[in-house]
Each structure stands twice: as C-alpha cells, then as structure tokens.
C-alpha cells in the first residue's frame, strides 16, 4: 500500500556556506549536470528542478536552493549526491517547500504526467 512517502511534493536541497554570489552560481552548472547529464535528452527530466538564491547579504554567506518536485524517498536520494558533488566544505540539507513558492517545478510535474494545469494553485 502506498504511503505519504510515495506522494510528490516540493523539496527544497540547501547548499550553505557559498562565500560570494559568483562561488553559488558556479555550483549550478555541475548539479545540472548530476540531475540531468544528457542536455539534449528529450523532454520531461525525471525530476522537475528549479534554483534560486538565499542570504547572501553583509552577514550571511549566500545559499544555493535546488527545488525539487519528487517523493521524499527521492528527495532524499538527490540530496545525498548534490552532498557528495559538493564535498564536505558546505553543509547541504533538505526540507520540505512551499508549493507556492515553486509554481513552475508544480506545473512542470502536472504537464509532464498529463494532469493539467494547478487552476487554483493548490493541485486541484
């Protein structure tokens, strides 16, 4: 029988301590590459990923969010290799996210498995 763990949702993977802007962004280009090491493969990726930007103001360091729409089993497994590809430097940790505040990973996941649009932005 399935579980919650089974259902998707949005995850948020954190990579903390990026000193500079210029260090977090050059972090991106190789997890794209982890999650999605064909470019020119044809469409869906098997995880709807997205990246946004945290901190990084005068008295924090910057972190690179990775948002994620997947199974918390998934979620998990992504994070232990973003974890791996960054080393032990920077911590990396996982929460759940706002689906909200991740639209398009939401609408990315619903078109790709044929479910149609969010409509009222609460998956219904």
Not at 71 to 84: K, L, N, P
């Amino acid at each position: 029988m399935p579980g919650a763990e089974d259902n998707p949702g949005v995850y948020e993977i954190r990579i903390h301590d990026c000193p500079t802007l210029r260090e977090a962004l050059a972090l991106q280009d190789p997890i794209e590459r982890l999650l999605c090491p064909d470019p020119d493969h044809a469409p869906p990726c098997e995880i709807p990923w997205s990246f946004t930007l945290a901190g990084g103001d005068d008295d924090a360091p910057t972190v690179l969010v990775l948002g994620v729409y997947t199974s918390r089993g998934r979620a998990a497994q992504v994070t232990d290799r973003v974890r791996t590809l960054v080393g032990e430097t920077r911590p990396v940790d996982v929460r759940e996210g706002e689906a909200g505040e991740w639209e398009e990973l939401v609408e990315q996941y619903r078109f790709d498995k044929g479910l149609g649009s969010v409509g009222n932005g609460r998956g219904q």
